[in-house]
């Protein structure tokens, strides 16, 4: 009899996107005219710059030719991409990563879901909440926790990330063995300095555990003195994983493509307690799992490291980031708390004690901007929506407007 994996039936269904559809859907039935401004979903809106299309013509032409047609790559991903990531996004800010230690991949998502595998089940886990749902959805698929009561995993550390700790987590009452850290943080927009991530470090170090960090959000960091990997902090090449994807960086949402860097320092230890290279694993895994990235969209992503292509997706996060200063300049003179928005396009806003499905609601009727709720990203964020700065400056500055207009002067805002 062909049985199933069991912890699937553990996992929460996520309604999330599909819940904000039906009412948008909803709506515009009951509102025919009403024009629709959607800062929900943290998806890209502006097409690939143009030196990125230049070198993907350039990868798509090589392929259409006997003498330059590319078969199968190495699976870590092509030597040119490799030594230019290590380069511009490591060695020019100090932090001493080689290209042996970067595996390209086809996105953040994948890698942040599979490198899980890597570790035992009885294994201690600690998780931001609010957070990115791949992290937590693919441990319960592994079977690292029981079943789901009141939004919370058993055998999970839920790390809450609160107004009180400047929505960033503290280290864990009870010794954990692995560690999920995101910033500039999805959904929150917040982010670490290195004193606060050297905390996080000196644990790990400490406590022969292992960080596993997303930066999928780092190119949007304004502020020069915040980190843009973790690999800034002293001994973080031995207990740090990180994430990267060009898809908020470069606008490779629909494209594809990311990496993971696995020091070569990284260990981890065997149940008789030896070490284990960490990147010897992944490498396995890798190598056994994945076939590489196609051939013209790392010649795409190579691109994004030319001088040309580094001013150009400089000019295009700044345009997001202006998007995020009129919402949070628009926020805050609504009176409303937030956080994030400035080394991000996420604007974390606090509805005042407002569930998040009624504060979704409340914009959607009064001014038709869709958000997203705080409660789909955990139980710590009930009372929270996230604006997105993810669309063109015409619909967010429509969009402000029309929050301003049914906002202000209203009974319903404390
Ligand atoms: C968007 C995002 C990613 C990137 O995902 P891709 O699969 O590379 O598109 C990773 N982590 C977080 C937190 C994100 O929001």
């Known amino acids: 009899?062909?049985?199933?994996?069991?912890?699937?039936?553990?996992?929460?269904?996520?309604?999330?996107?599909?819940?904000?559809?039906?009412?948008?859907?909803?709506?515009?039935?009951?509102?025919?005219?009403?024009?629709?401004?959607?800062?929900?979903?943290?998806?890209?809106?502006?097409?690939?710059?143009?030196?990125?299309?230049?070198?993907?013509?350039?990868?798509?032409?090589?392929?259409?030719?006997?003498?330059?047609?590319?078969?199968?790559?190495?699976?870590?991903?092509?030597?040119?991409?490799?030594?230019?990531?290590?380069?511009?996004?490591?060695?020019?800010?100090?932090?001493?990563?080689?290209?042996?230690?970067?595996?390209?991949?086809?996105?953040?998502?994948?890698?942040?879901?599979?490198?899980?595998?890597?570790?035992?089940?009885?294994?201690?886990?600690?998780?931001?909440?609010?957070?990115?749902?791949?992290?937590?959805?693919?441990?319960?698929?592994?079977?690292?926790?029981?079943?789901?009561?009141?939004?919370?995993?058993?055998?999970?550390?839920?790390?809450?990330?609160?107004?009180?700790?400047?929505?960033?987590?503290?280290?864990?009452?009870?010794?954990?063995?692995?560690?999920?850290?995101?910033?500039?943080?999805?959904?929150?927009?917040?982010?670490?300095t290195k004193e606060e991530l050297k905390v996080w470090v000196d644990y790990a170090k400490e406590n022969k555990a292992l960080i596993l960090f997303d930066a999928a959000y780092e190119s949007f960091i304004r502020d020069e003195e915040l980190p843009k990997t973790i690999y800034e902090i002293e001994g973080a090449r031995e207990v740090a994983v990180e994430f990267r994807s060009f898809s908020k960086t470069a606008g490779f949402t629909g494209t594809r493509c990311g990496f993971t860097v696995v020091p070569k320092d990284c260990m981890i230890f065997n149940s008789k307690g030896d070490k284990i290279s960490l990147h010897a694993m992944w490498n396995r895994r890798h190598t056994t799992k994945f076939n590489g990235v196609s051939y013209p969209v790392q010649k795409a992503a190579e691109a994004v490291y030319s001088q040309e292509g580094k001013a150009q997706i400089k000019e295009q996060v700044a345009y997001y980031l202006n998007n995020a200063d009129i919402i949070r300049e628009t926020v805050e003179s609504l009176g409303f708390d937030y956080i994030g928005g400035k080394n991000s396009p996420y604007i974390w806003v606090d509805g005042k004690g407002r569930d998040s499905w009624d504060f979704f609601d409340l914009l959607l009727t009064k001014s038709s901007v869709v958000c997203t709720p705080g409660a789909g990203f955990g139980r710590c964020g009930k009372q929270y929506i996230r604006i997105s700065a993810f669309n063109s400056l015409e619909n967010v500055t429509k969009a402000m407007d029309r929050l301003k207009e049914a906002l202000t002067w209203r009974s319903h805002v404390k």
């Open 1 to 192: 009899m062909i049985r199933a994996n069991d912890n699937y039936s553990k996992l929460k269904a996520s309604y999330l996107f599909s819940d904000i559809a039906k009412r948008v859907d909803e709506y515009q039935l009951k509102n025919p005219e009403a024009h629709i401004i959607r800062l929900g979903i943290g998806d890209v809106t502006r097409a690939l710059v143009p030196s990125v299309i230049k070198g993907f013509h350039e990868g798509v032409d090589e392929m259409a030719n006997d003498a330059t047609f590319r078969g199968y790559g190495p699976e870590q991903g092509y030597a040119f991409l490799r030594e230019k990531i290590a380069k511009n996004d490591f060695q020019n800010r100090g932090a001493d990563i080689s290209a042996d230690e970067i595996f390209v991949s086809d996105g953040a998502k994948c890698d942040t879901g599979n490198f899980q595998e890597l570790f035992a089940t009885d294994i201690k886990v600690a998780i931001p909440d609010p957070v990115y749902p791949a992290y937590l959805d693919t441990n319960v698929m592994a079977g690292r926790t029981g079943e789901c009561e009141d939004g919370r995993y058993d055998r999970i550390i839920y790390m809450d990330c609160l107004k009180e700790n400047n929505f960033l987590p503290g280290l864990p009452d009870e010794k954990v063995d692995l560690i999920y850290l995101c910033f500039p943080n999805n959904p929150t927009g917040s982010t670490a």
